[in-house]
């Protein structure tokens, strides 16, 4: 009888409802983080220019590689938010190695907009579909500036958050 409770406790062990989850590393979390970022920041860029505040479709991140006016429909602008998610995860690792130890919302805020000024200044010859910012009206400058405000706060202090948080609890990501 007794032997017959030990095998039932060990199958019960085994059983995958009651294995616990590994947590993820800091590597998944910030591959998570800038996805989400950049399909959710990408969405409402998208919103943004359905309802005319902004000019810049989210399929301009399509411009120097793909070829067509399909870009430019309904299939161009979905391809280009999930291009955006795409190009997300690296800003969010661009994040981790430079900033991550700020733990605020400000270093965020000017995340926000060093991007924005490498997109459209930097940039700007790449795309060739996005004009000057001299060429913009104010709605679209304004908009796409908040825009990238949100974003960098979103990236920014989702990382450092759960950077500090791993730190609080004494768990170190140096190796991970």
């Not at 085994?14 to 998570?32: A, M, Y």
């Not at 920041?41 to 301009?60: A, D, N």
Request: aromatic fraction near 14%; charged fraction near 15%.
């Amino acid at each position: 009888m007794e032997k017959e409770k030990q095998q039932d406790s060990k199958e019960n062990e085994q059983l995958e409802q009651n294995k616990q989850e590994e947590p993820l590393s800091f590597t998944s979390k910030i591959v998570t983080i800038g996805i989400a970022g950049g399909l959710f920041w990408g969405l409402i860029g998208y919103l943004t220019y359905l309802f005319k505040f902004t000019k810049i479709p989210p399929s301009l991140i399509l411009s120097p590689w793909a070829l067509g006016e399909w870009k430019n429909e309904q299939l161009g602008q979905w391809i280009g938010i999930l291009s955006i998610g795409l190009v997300s995860i690296l800003v969010a690792f661009l994040y981790k190695i430079t900033l991550v130890k700020i733990n605020n919302m400000l270093a965020g805020l000017a995340y926000g907009v060093v991007l924005w000024i490498i997109v459209f200044y930097l940039l700007n010859p790449m795309f060739i579909d996005l004009p000057t910012i001299t060429k913009l009206d104010r709605n679209t400058v304004i908009t796409t500036i908040c825009l990238y405000l949100l974003y960098g706060v979103f990236i920014g202090y989702s990382i450092s958050f759960e950077y500090h948080e791993n730190q609080q609890k004494g768990t170190s990501y140096s190796n991970k």
